[in-house]
């Protein structure tokens, strides 16, 4: 009789070592069309979870999950075993439903959670010292794919293990994709050992079992290498080769990364859902023209990402430009004093890195760009409340780890037209720049703010006036066209707080008059602009009444942007309300 595989909270993983070959084909089919159909209503990571199912059920059929414990590299493609631990993806996530990774406080079964790259080495190795300093018996997983396993975090993992006198599995889901196809010698090292079996020296030479490689799909090879893995004494390198995006057309087709993450989208078409608007303008789009087009004038130019060519919409540039532009993978640290060594050698380096991401090189900041005081030009993507993705993507701390920076002078659009101000700027600014800005923002095609003139000293923009010195409203970001929209022909002054970090004292001494100040940032912590900015004007002395509005320094559930911007007190509608209140206070 054929088992239920009705895949609901009740589900029940033992049963997966019982099913037949038909059975697992089944259920298999099933966590699939569940990932395509929850992604395709929410978003979420689609290709890298469809390319696992098998190698996840597999997994059930060797490991016992109530006392094993296992650790996905960055988390992002737990979803087949969300959905075997009773998860089924509802309302994936959305504020009120399941995460989009692994997360401790949202079952039992997830056992550590991450969000970035390149942890679950140095994570199962903990738990596999743990484990023996209690004197219990269970194997410890680290699941790792080949682009995350080329990152340094890895490597010192992988060294310490030599040492570590302890056991752990690491399983290598090889797809040749990380976001991207992946590049870089690591990946070329495992399309060696694929061919030349040989190879596998390198890991025995280092304590450790290579078994592989495996047919991720093959339910019967995964249990026999799994099985093995088991009974090893040594730590083992499980080398599993995947199909990244199986069981969907259009993932399957994808080279690109296009289906890595997706949007809401169609299942029948695989066209995006939801239609974003004429109004809606990619920042992302705008900064990699921008630098494309300096980069065809001016041969000492250079651009750098790590890993981010589809998100930051590079892919003109890096493939026009091949000589000058470079993904160096999963590699943050490696990227900023990559892009340092061309600035040192007269060059000037164009850095492109998601917010999230940045605070990784932040050691690299510091002491190599910095300190060295070169002209490398940081452009931080996905800055601001993230969305979905929740705490580990949150864009808003970039802001106020500058601050502890010297010689970075931090920058922020809110719109095209400062962009290329910005941009125009930083080509002639001969030392460190960041310009961060959000994906994307809604353009206002009613407001007219004009600011066309060359950036000659890093003071703020005056862009409404107003009738009195009452008030003035100092923002900076997208969301300042949204004010002006709804603040238009009030008293209110606006400032455009072009330059976050490093701006002139007259920016500030500009405001000294105003009676009262409100200072709104909607796109950092408070510890950031909003703190700074305060500390500059005690300093000056100003004897008016200072409000702020700005993130609070805590970490940000996943959610839509508008419900953060709400719990956290910084979406429009709240400071329109405050602006008109004391506006009309007497």
Request: with cysteine; glycine share 6%; net charge negative.
């Amino acid at each position: 009789m054929a088992k239920n595989l009705k895949l609901d909270e009740n589900f029940d993983f033992h049963v997966i070592p019982f099913l037949s070959k038909n059975e697992l084909n089944e259920l298999s089919k099933n966590i699939k069309n569940l990932i395509i159909d929850q992604c395709s209503k929410f978003g979420g990571h689609l290709s890298s979870n469809l390319g696992i199912t098998n190698l996840t059920i597999a997994l059930f059929r060797s490991f016992d999950f109530d006392k094993d414990k296992i650790i996905f590299d960055i988390g992002h493609n737990s979803y087949p075993y969300k959905i075997l631990t009773g998860r089924p993806l509802t309302n994936l996530r959305q504020s009120n439903g399941i995460d989009g990774f692994q997360k401790i406080n949202e079952s039992k079964y997830d056992v550590y959670d991450a969000g970035h790259s390149s942890t679950s080495l140095s994570a199962a190795l903990g738990f596999a010292k743990v484990r023996d300093l209690n004197h219990e018996d269970y194997n410890v997983i680290a699941f790792v794919g080949d682009g995350g396993l080329a990152n340094g975090l890895c490597f010192e993992a992988l060294n310490n293990l030599v040492i570590a006198d302890t056991k752990i599995i690491i399983i290598i889901n090889d797809n040749e994709m990380s976001i991207t196809p992946t590049t870089g010698g690591l990946s070329a090292i495992l399309k060696g050992i694929r061919k030349n079996p040989f190879v596998r020296i390198v890991f025995k030479d280092a304590k450790f079992e290579y078994l592989g490689p495996v047919d991720g799909d093959d339910f019967s090879q995964l249990k026999k290498a799994f099985d093995k893995a088991k009974k090893s004494s040594r730590s083992v390198v499980l080398h599993i080769k995947t199909s990244k995006g199986e069981g969907y057309k259009y993932s399957e087709e994808d080279h690109t990364g296009e289906y890595h993450f997706v949007n809401p989208f169609n299942k029948e078409t695989g066209k995006p859902k939801i239609d974003l608007g004429k109004n809606l303008v990619s920042f992302s789009q705008i900064f990699a023209d921008l630098v494309h087009e300096d980069m065809l004038k001016n041969e000492k130019s250079i651009a750098i990402c790590p890993s981010t060519t589809v998100g930051a919409k590079l892919g003109n540039l890096f493939s026009e430009l091949k000589d000058r532009t470079f993904d160096v993978g999963i590699s943050e640290e490696h990227s900023a004093i990559f892009a340092n060594s061309f600035a040192v050698n007269g060059y000037h380096a164009y850095l492109f890195m998601y917010s999230t991401f940045l605070q990784r090189a932040y050691d690299e900041l510091i002491h190599d760009i910095a300190r060295t005081n070169q002209h490398v030009t940081l452009l931080i993507d996905r800055c601001g409340l993230i969305g979905h993705d929740g705490e580990t993507h949150q864009g808003i701390y970039d802001d106020g780890f500058f601050y502890s920076i010297p010689n970075f002078v931090l920058a922020m659009p809110k719109d095209k037209k400062d962009a290329k101000r910005l941009l125009d700027y930083a080509k002639k600014y001969k030392h460190p720049m960041a310009i961060r800005y959000t994906a994307n923002y809604k353009d206002f095609n009613d407001v007219d703010l004009s600011q066309n003139e060359d950036i000659n000293e890093r003071k703020f923009d005056l862009l409404q006036k107003g009738n009195s010195n009452k008030i003035a409203l100092i923002s900076m970001g997208p969301h300042l066209l949204n004010l002006i929209s709804e603040l238009k022909g009030h008293e209110v002054n606006i400032f455009n707080a072009l330059f976050l970090k490093d701006f002139e004292l007259d920016a500030v001494n500009d405001l000294l008059k105003y009676e009262n100040l409100y200072i709104y940032d909607p796109y950092g912590v408070e510890n950031g602009f909003t703190a700074n900015l305060v500390l500059t004007l005690n300093k000056l002395g100003y004897k008016g009444k200072i409000y702020t509005r700005a993130i609070p320094l805590s970490f940000v559930g996943k959610g839509n942007i508008l419900e953060q911007e709400i719990l956290n007190k910084v979406d429009v509608s709240s400071v329109v309300k405050d602006i008109l209140r004391i506006e009309n206070d007497n």
